[in-house]
């Protein structure tokens, strides 16, 4: 089987496509795929860490406001059209899958229009601008969240999930403690702010960390790639307690996810799929800067049912999120009923119900 697929500028578009690769792997192992993303993106770099052959276009997104800069927009979309047009026609791929992220728009409108079949993943509860314009041409759109289906044509749509949770399932919790210079026996919270990390986490993190060092758990604390010098710049004036370890991004996340007892993080949707795939109870502080504020969505969903303490970011500094993590890690009744809630909430086979609707879509 050939995939092509394209998603990107951040992690969260991103390895929900990596994961559906390796689950075609796994069930159909000589296929090819060919990976189409954009050349500022994250997914230069994760994708290639993966060896998937990688292509790239240079595209940009519409900002909201009129201005010159999206003239220059629709030129690199046209651009990206044909350039993705050229990929198609030498990969010639069975099917195209777009991810999300404005990289996939020009190369699943290049393979509707040139008849491919194509389907596009929708990871969060609120559909992406560039979902909501490509499910006009694609055959089918999966979803992560029933809400989003109202948003998308009633007779493309299916609720797959994130392929992204099948792939934390079989995670090794020594490996990825032991990777990631964790003892194996402490409990274990994980504190970052989605794939690119968050200033306003950061500042809660350095404003707690003297406090951290009193508590009988451990902390692994990722500050995101750009803000890891600033973050230690920091924390040698604060002191770093022994207790809590701290990365700038961290590659193997199922084998860390499978030993974290809390994850403090923004409220991204892929990470959400993770979460609840394991059953992990969450503090999530949503991102307020994201369209159509649907992190806030993505957390309400959990919060609804009790699988995580949402934080406002106007409300959020190091002494209320360390109150918050103690009310979950100090309490043995409180942590199991938050991760059977969070149990409830995943859709642990989604990889597999991508690639039912896949292998339907192309009969194979
Ligand atoms: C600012 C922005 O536009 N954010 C969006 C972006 O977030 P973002 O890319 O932050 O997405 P998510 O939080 O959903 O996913 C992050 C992914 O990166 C992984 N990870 C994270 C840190 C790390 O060190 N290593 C690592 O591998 C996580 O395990 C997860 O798989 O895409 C999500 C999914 O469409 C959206 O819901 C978010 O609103």
């Known amino acids: 089987m050939r995939v092509m697929l394209s998603g990107g500028g951040t992690g969260g578009h991103i390895y929900p496509?990596?994961?559906?690769?390796?689950?075609?792997?796994?069930?159909?192992?000589?296929?090819?795929?060919?990976y189409v993303g954009a050349k500022n993106g994250?997914?230069?770099?994760?994708?290639?860490?993966?060896?998937?052959?990688?292509?790239?276009?240079?595209?940009?997104?519409?900002?909201?406001?009129?201005?010159?800069?999206?003239?220059?927009?629709?030129?690199?979309?046209?651009?990206?059209?044909?350039?993705s047009k050229k990929f198609i026609k030498r990969f010639k791929p069975d099917v195209i899958i777009g991810t999300g992220g404005y990289v996939c728009g020009p190369v699943v409108y290049a393979g509707a229009k040139l008849g491919?079949?194509?389907?596009?993943?929708?990871?969060?509860?609120?559909?992406?601008?560039?979902?909501?314009?490509l499910s006009r041409y694609v055959d089918r759109v999966a979803v992560s969240f029933e809400a989003a289906e109202a948003f998308f044509p009633k007779q493309k749509v299916v609720l797959t999930g994130?392929?992204?949770?099948?792939?934390?399932?079989?995670?090794?919790?020594?490996?990825?403690?032991?990777?990631?210079?964790?003892?194996?026996?402490?409990?274990?919270v994980i504190i970052f702010g989605g794939s690119r990390g968050a200033r306003p986490i950061n500042d809660a993190v350095i404003g707690m960390l003297k406090d951290l060092a009193n508590i009988d758990y451990q902390v692994l604390y990722i500050t995101g790639d750009v803000h890891y010098n600033t973050v230690m710049e920091k924390i040698k004036q604060a002191g770093n307690p022994q207790n809590v370890i701290i990365k700038p991004f961290i590659h193997n996340m199922p084998d860390l996810l499978?030993?974290?007892?809390?994850?403090?993080?923004?409220?991204?949707?892929?990470?959400?799929?993770?979460?609840?795939?394991?059953?992990?109870?969450?503090?999530?502080?949503?991102?307020?800067?994201?369209?159509?504020?649907?992190q806030e969505k993505n957390a309400e969903a959990l919060a609804k049912n009790g699988a995580s303490i949402i934080i406002k970011e106007n409300d959020l500094n190091g002494h209320k999120l360390l109150k918050?993590?103690?009310?979950?890690?100090?309490?043995?009744?409180?942590?199991?009923?938050?991760?059977?809630?969070?149990?409830?909430?995943?859709?642990?086979?989604?990889?597999?119900?991508?690639?039912t609707l896949m292998a339907n879509l192309i009969n194979r």
């Open 162 to 188: 994130n392929p992204r949770a099948s792939e934390v399932l079989n995670g090794d919790a020594s490996k990825g403690k032991k990777e990631s210079g964790l003892s194996l026996d402490k409990k274990t």
């Open 116 to 133: 491919i079949p194509t389907i596009i993943h929708e990871q969060n509860s609120i559909p992406g601008l560039t979902n909501k314009f």
């Open 42 to 83: 994250l997914e230069q770099d994760i994708v290639k860490r993966e060896n998937i052959p990688f292509e790239s276009l240079h595209i940009t997104g519409f900002k909201r406001k009129l201005s010159f800069e999206n003239v220059k927009t629709i030129n690199r979309f046209l651009r990206g059209v044909s350039k």
């Open 258 to 294: 499978a030993g974290a007892d809390l994850v403090v993080s923004r409220a991204g949707a892929t990470t959400i799929a993770e979460l609840t795939a394991l059953g992990i109870p969450s503090i999530l502080i949503p991102s307020p800067y994201v369209t159509n504020n649907h």
């Open 17 to 34: 496509a990596i994961a559906v690769i390796n689950e075609i792997k796994r069930h159909v192992p000589d296929s090819e795929f060919l």
């Open 324 to 355: 918050e993590i103690d009310s979950i890690l100090g309490d043995e009744k409180t942590w199991k009923k938050m991760h059977e809630a969070s149990v409830s909430q995943g859709i642990p086979d989604a990889a597999a119900r991508v690639r």
